[in-house]
């Protein structure tokens, strides 16, 4: 029996009940809504094969986890039909296929492939298809060594398949941990790429650049700076013939302290070909802060890094503390980078700028709304404002830029925004302590488009470029301050 190779398959599992990781939207439904379900209406599902929802109040008690069974990949395959935007009207085949897929897949990469790994014959009856791709799945298990890892290695990379088949993103399988993150071990820099930035920078388009690089880490102590163009990792191309080398990539990203990482990038500020030599450390998780400052004689400059609980208040409070000194002529709120958070915020900090607001909409796949309204106890500012975007601002941040520009309560600049925003996900717990996140509706915007997949467009083009961060320009904050000023 060969050895699994060193690099599989890249999945995402997480495992912090408190993050979800979103991956760059798909344009949901599409292709999925052409699957009707051929049987009608789903059968219930046994009792012990439903999902426990997790109250939107607490958080799933870490535990150690259990075996990932067949059991449990009932549970999910039916808290999918059930619990899901597309549930109503999916064909139990797409989840299957899907399932099926990286099962035979995950097989091959460790070399015990078996005659029997074949997707039985489905015929869209939920009850029996689960049926014969259980009995297809137990006959592969069977004839596998009693290898534990091995077995849970097939069910997770199965259980993948299956959530990534509805091509949805805030859809996550999330396994138990022990406790919030310890620190981590690294180099101090946020990365990206040219264009529009994914989610998996392995996708990217070169250059492939320093973004930021955090202070006191062992990048700033180096020398290295924002917009660095990196050219090689350890001596070896980053970028051959155009394309990205996931494997350097991978290099940046150190998981010892005792790796040593050489760096040569090209410095667009002064044309210099630099190299550094960085030894990683240990960098505490604590979340980035809100900040705020003057520019233009009179303008608020806000950064927000995300819509975490009181982060409207943290903004306000910001303006709050300027307007002691300063009679403020506008508000420029900075969500670059902002991954998103609580629609509660949204709200909040929207009522800043109008009330008695409807600013979207969550709906279900037969088009039943709830509407989302602002949050008319926030005092109006009476400013003008202004939002920089770009396309790593997701989740609630492309909530509540797609209400700005809908709404018509300022002018979004930078660029467009990721689309990440199917919808508020709910927990659901698994007899193996892992909790899936599901999404049972949609979020449309204010004027009842929907922008996930899609991105909310910004009015006036501004990227943040490598050769801007290199000379410390940035032409987002030029073109809002002369929106502002006008």
Known sequence: ???????????????MPWIVAASVAVVVGTGLLAYA??????????????CVAVPDDQQPTPTEPAPTTITTLKQAYHCILDHTFIGPVLDD????AGAFTEFARE?????????????????????????????????????????????QALAEATMHGMIESLHENHTAWMRPNQGPPADQVGLGIRISSSGRSPSDLRDAVP???????????????AGLRAGDIIDTVNGV??????????GVLDSLHPKSAADTVRVTVQRP????????????????????????????????????????????????????????????????????GNGGGRREEVATLLGAFTHGTVFGKDCDVRDHCTPHSTDDT????????????????????DDFSSAVKDLKLGSLVGSRTAGVVAGLPTGYTLDDGSTLLLVAKHNVAANGEMIDGIGVAVDYQAPLTPQDLSAGHDPAVDKAVSLLSA
């Open 93 to 96: 085949r797409v989840l299957l």
């Open 107 to 151: 097989l091959e990469r460790r070399g015990i492939d078996q005659p029997t790994a074949t997707l039985p014959k489905l015929t869209g009856n939920r009850t029996r298809d689960w049926t014969a791709f259980a009995r297809t799945y137990q006959t592969v298990l069977a004839a596998l060594p009693a290898d534990a890892d091995q077995k």
């Open 37 to 50: 379900h051929a049987s009608g209406a789903a059968p219930a599902a046994t009792a012990a094969a439903r």
């Open 207 to 221: 250059p492939v650049y320093v973004q930021a690089v955090r202070a006191g880490s062992p990048a700033a102590d």
């Open 378 to 397: 926030t005092p109006l500012l009476n400013l003008p404002l202004v939002v920089l975007t770009d396309s790593l601002c997701a989740s609630a941040c």
């Open 237 to 246: 191309p980053l970028v051959v013939n155009g394309v990205l080398s996931p």
């Open 1 to 15: 029996m060969s050895e699994a190779p060193d690099k599989p398959r890249t999945r995402r599992i997480v495992t």
């Open 269 to 336: 500020a002064t044309g210099e070909t630099l190299t550094f030599e960085m030894r990683p450390a240990a960098l505490s998780q604590e979340p980035p802060t809100t900040t705020a400052e003057l520019v233009g004689g009179n303008l608020a400059h806000v950064t927000l890094p995300g819509f975490s609980p009181g982060a409207a208040d943290e903004v306000l409070d910001k303006i709050a503390g300027l307007r002691e000194d300063t009679e403020l002529k506008g508000v420029i709120l900075d969500l670059r």
